[in-house]
């Protein structure tokens, strides 16, 4: 059964302090390791989508990274707007759903 | 611009009710999800779609049935709400091939009394 698990739960950081959150997966043929940030009352926004260990991709103050066991997302000088909890998700082998983790709560305090 | 729309943000309804959300997306994706998002659980899969008329069940469709008549237009419907189906539900879309990016609609926040 393919498994994500995120952490930490919660993360709560000052302006300016870079931080990594981490996606712990266990998946039959990975497909796609997908990031996702997620408002307060809103659906998912899509982020990344990583395809196979050693991939990075980057976006403004983030960079998400795949290895053949985890993804990292890497948070560099965060700002208050960044504030929001980011999903990750993966996609096994001969599958069209998405397999989600509980997310990890940032909070970037100025 | 990716677009998926849910009818409605918010909606309070009463126990024994039949309740229809409804999605539509502008990508002409194949695949369309619904998902309920709780506290503490994450996103759990209720059913998906990868064609018209066709239908799979998710992790958790007890309790819900699908309605896809039409590509864009995908509807998820409590055929008797009861106070443990008050939750948020999203609305997704994708297209099968290389990227599978599941695009998501704002929600709808359901309140059952």
């Known amino acids: 059964e393919d498994q994500v698990t995120q952490s930490p739960e919660a993360l709560r950081l000052q302006e300016g302090e870079s931080s990594s959150l981490n996606c712990s997966y266990t998946?039959?043929?990975?497909?796609?390791l997908f990031w996702y940030r997620q408002d307060p009352g809103k659906g998912p926004e899509f982020l990344f989508t990583?395809?196979?260990a050693g991939e990075e991709k980057e976006k403004e103050r983030l960079k998400a990274t795949l290895t053949k066991k985890e993804s990292f997302l890497h948070i560099t000088a965060p700002k208050p707007e960044d504030s929001a909890t980011y999903l990750c998700?993966?996609?096994?082998?001969?599958?069209?759903?998405?397999?989600f983790g509980k997310g990890t709560k940032l909070t970037v305090n100025p | 611009d990716v677009k998926v729309t849910q009818s409605s943000r918010y909606l309070v309804k009463r126990t024994g009710e039949k309740v229809f959300l409804e999605c539509v997306q502008d990508?002409?994706?194949?695949?369309m999800f619904w998902y309920r998002q709780d506290p503490g659980l994450g996103l759990r899969l209720i059913y998906f779609?990868?064609?018209?008329?066709?239908?799979e069940k998710g992790d958790i469709p007890e309790g819900y049935s699908v309605s896809r008549e039409k590509k864009e237009r995908f509807s998820l419907i409590l055929e008797s709400a009861s106070t443990n189906q008050t939750s948020m539900y999203l609305c997704?879309?994708?297209?099968?091939?290389?990227?599978?990016?599941?695009?998501f609609g704002p929600g709808t926040r359901l309140l059952v009394l």
């Open positions: 990583l395809y196979s």
């Open positions: 998946v039959s043929g990975l497909r796609g």
């Open positions: 990508m002409d994706h194949e695949n």
């Open positions: 997704a879309s994708s297209s099968p091939g290389a990227q599978e990016t599941q695009y």
């Open positions: 779609s990868y064609d018209v008329k066709m239908k």
């Open positions: 998700a993966v996609q096994g082998g001969g599958s069209e759903k998405l397999v």
